[in-house]
Every structure is written in C-alpha cells, then in structure tokens.
C-alpha cells in the first residue's frame, strides 16, 4: 500500500465534472478508472488492486524545463571538456568521452565503441532534447499531433540512457590502473555524476498526463480522455 496521501481512485477529493475526469488504465490489472483532479502531492492508486496509478506534481512542466536545460548544459559541457587524464614518467595524456569511443574503435573494439557512443552520448542527448520539444510544445495547448511521437521517442531513449553504467566502468578500471600510472580525474567525470541525479530529478519532475492531455487530436479519433497507464 502507498504512502497516507495516496488513496483508492473511486474514495477520494470531491466529486468533479465528467469534463475534468481523465479515464486511466491500471497498469498492472487493465482496470479503466476515471480519475478526477488530483490536489497537490496527492496519489491515486487504482481501486482494485492497489498499484500506484498517477501522482500530481505540482508545475511539472516548469521544473522539467528548468532541469532539462540544466541536464543540456551538462552534457555539452562533459563532451567537450577531458574525463580522464593519465600520467606516467613525466608525461600526461587525457582524453575525453568521445576520444575514449575513438580510441576503443581503434583497438579493434568496435561494438563496444558504438554502444559507450549510444548509450552515454546519443541517448541521452536525445532524452533530453524529446522532453525539452515537448515540454516547449506543450506548453501552450493545444500541442501538435507530432508530441505524441516525440513522447514515444522519449519512452524509448530513456531506457537506453546510461551514463551511470559507463562512470561505474570508467571507476572500475581506475583502479586497476591506478597501479601502472597516475590517474588525473577530469572535469568531465564530475559533470557526469552530476548529470546523472539531474536526468533522474528531469525523469521524476516530468508528468507524461499533462503532455498528453494537452496534445491536438484529429477530429473523430482520439484518446477520448485515455491517458497511458504509466503516468
Ligand atoms: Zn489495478
């Protein structure tokens, strides 16, 4: 069972309008559930089986805004700027994220080489410019039809965004060659910690039911108020 605030769809704030109820689905038993509006940093949970069906955040669209063009300015920075640094006998190399994919390809690993440049370059750059379009897009309703898109987009380059998994690869092999060489942390690899809390704070801030609520459907065809289950 969730938290005190959050209660059953069918017991729970005043009786609102048809206009102003949403019809949800329960994303683990199907149930359709009409869902009125909620009152902040309250949750719904669904009638039946009790799984967590939305949460309001209050301004989402604001500090998802705020934080994508936070997480932009991140990620052009950890990008250009060196990550690691290697000093031996007097001599000092670094290298930077995009030169570390390069040099990987070089040495003949070239799928790890595409996957480090997918995973810690590309998806979440894509993650953050799809929300920024739509967050921009949305913000003055009724939004274009091609938001609903970008929303899928997002969905899908956020499973792959994984720049926690590629610092916990670079940690791991510092020190093994902390051994050989001196190892110079770059500035780079701060800016991606940080990153990582800022697309995770991005991730929570954002509420995917006030985007699809605001978006332009063709007439005849529709959501009919259907907002996806994993709001
Ligand atoms: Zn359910």
Request: charged share 15%; net charge negative.
């Amino acid at each position: 069972m969730m938290a005190s605030d959050s209660l059953p769809v069918a017991a729970q704030v005043p009786a609102a309008s048809a206009a102003e109820e949403t019809l949800l689905a329960c994303p683990d038993c199907d149930l359709l559930q009409r869902l009125p509006p909620l009152p902040p940093h309250h949750a719904a949970s669904c009638a039946r089986c009790q799984a967590p069906l939305c949460r309001h955040k209050p301004d989402s669209l604001e500090r998802t805004l705020a934080l994508a063009l936070a997480a932009a300015i991140l990620l052009l920075i950890a990008n250009v700027v060196p990550m690691l640094g290697l000093s031996v006998a007097g001599r000092e190399a670094f290298t930077t994220v995009l030169g570390g994919v390069v040099e990987m390809w070089r040495e003949g690993s070239q799928v790890v080489a595409m996957l480090v440049l997918f995973a810690a370059v590309i998806a979440p750059a894509l993650e953050i410019v799809c929300l920024l379009l739509v967050v921009l897009a949305v913000r003055h309703p009724p939004a274009p039809h091609w938001v609903a898109t970008l929303l899928h987009g997002y969905e899908f380059v956020r499973e792959w965004s994984m720049i926690e998994i590629m610092l916990l690869g670079v940690l791991v092999a510092l020190i093994k060659i902390a051994e050989l060489a001196t190892v110079i942390p770059g500035l780079a690899l701060f800016v991606l910690g940080s990153l990582v809390f800022l697309l995770a704070a991005m991730a929570a801030a954002f509420d995917p039911r006030v985007a699809w609520q605001r978006i332009e459907w063709a007439a005849g065809r529709g959501p009919d108020g259907i907002a996806g289950g994993r709001g």
